[in-house]
């Protein structure tokens, strides 16, 4: 008989972020090995209460049915758990799953509790959820660091993954870069906005594509810097359509503040863009400089000009990069992921025999 996983994330489909991402793709890689089941929050009243992903993966939605329904999970989903008698409990995200996870030892005692770490949050209940679970992931090297302030030497650090078989190729538009994600200042847009206002290459464009709440502010920037006619504000668009931007991109920039990992850094190289990225937190576990792409320091314009320019005007060197890149992001496809997964959940089922 199949051991018991209950899957602990505030969201999932159609909600889920790609922070949640594996609580939904490791289940769909390992079904056959596990019986999986993911409690997540309602949070709209549409969505039925018990539903079945792709694979056969079944789905609790707990509360309301609503937007406070976030904020009633850490109390709902470990009720819920303690009715299936998981033999474990593993908690995507160091917010509300890992809220719920800390209730998980009082209400689920005999289960086995996992914690995945996938912010750079470091609110006071970070440090509990650390010490909740008796085993923690993490999707880079920077949240290990946290994980051993917080005193867990016994960190397993693994990366969010790719859906490589929804990926493809396009032929490239010259001159064409590009920005994936939230409009927000931790992404520093304002930078590279300012970075590619001093690159004169003829065939430079840029476009931006997602939304967020600093999306006015960045386009009277774009104004002020008189790049209206060189930028593009897409707006958002949704998987898997994104990946036709990155394929038609020939460069990928993010000059993000902060960033746990940057998966949307991995899509690009996956999609055979030459990437520019920021040399902090989780990044350079992605992007090793000079390699399979370019790290420049956070905030500094005039390295990130310097990078654009030299990335346009440098076709050998795009390929290269670009063709690293790529073999760098197949090691992160989905199936490799899961098994890695697998010999977490396999040892902390030894520990219970």
Request: charged content about 20%; proline content about 4%; aromatic content about 6%.
């Amino acid at each position: 008989m199949k051991k018991k996983i209950v899957i602990l994330s505030a969201f999932a489909t159609p909600l889920r972020s790609g922070a949640e991402a594996c609580s939904e793709e490791v289940p769909a890689v390992l079904h056959d090995r596990y019986d999986f089941t993911i409690v997540t929050a309602r949070m709209r009243r549409h969505l039925p209460r018990k539903d079945v992903l792709p694979g056969g993966v079944c789905v609790l939605r707990v509360g309301l049915g609503c937007t406070f329904d976030k904020w009633l999970f850490p109390f709902l989903a470990p009720l819920a758990a303690a009715r299936l008698r998981p033999d474990i409990v593993h908690a995507v995200l160091e917010s509300f799953a890992g809220a719920a996870l800390i209730l998980c030892r009082f209400i689920v005692p005999n289960a086995k509790r996992m914690l995945t770490c996938q912010s750079t949050n470091t609110h006071f209940l970070v440090r509990s959820m650390h010490r909740s679970a008796d085993a923690v992931t993490v999707i880079s090297s920077t949240l290990r660091q946290r994980a051993h302030r917080f005193g867990r030497d016994d960190v397993t650090v693994i990366p969010n993954g790719l859906s490589l078989k929804d990926m493809h190729s396009a032929e490239k538009v010259p001159g064409r870069i590009l920005f994936v994600g939230r409009h927000e200042n931790m992404k520093g847009i304002d930078t590279l906005l300012r970075a590619f206002a001093a690159v004169q290459h003829p065939q430079a464009h840029l476009r931006l594509v997602g939304d967020g709440s600093q999306k006015g502010v960045y386009e009277k920037l774009a104004q002020e810097l008189g790049l209206v006619e060189r930028v593009k504000f897409v707006g958002f668009v949704p998987v898997p359509d994104v990946y036709q931007e990155f394929a038609e991109a020939e460069i990928f920039c993010g000059l993000s503040r902060s960033e746990a990992l940057g998966n949307v850094f991995l899509e690009a190289q996956a999609t055979g863009c030459a990437v520019i990225g920021t040399n902090v937190q989780g990044i350079p576990d992605s992007i090793h400089d000079g390699k399979n792409g370019i790290l420049v320091e956070q905030d500094n314009v005039e390295q990130a000009t310097r990078a654009l320019n030299k990335l346009l005007g440098d076709a050998s060197l795009r390929t290269a990069l670009a063709a690293a890149g790529m073999q760098n992001a197949a090691k992160y496809d989905w199936s490799r992921i899961g098994e890695k997964y697998a010999h977490v959940y396999d040892s902390l089922l030894a520990m219970a025999e």
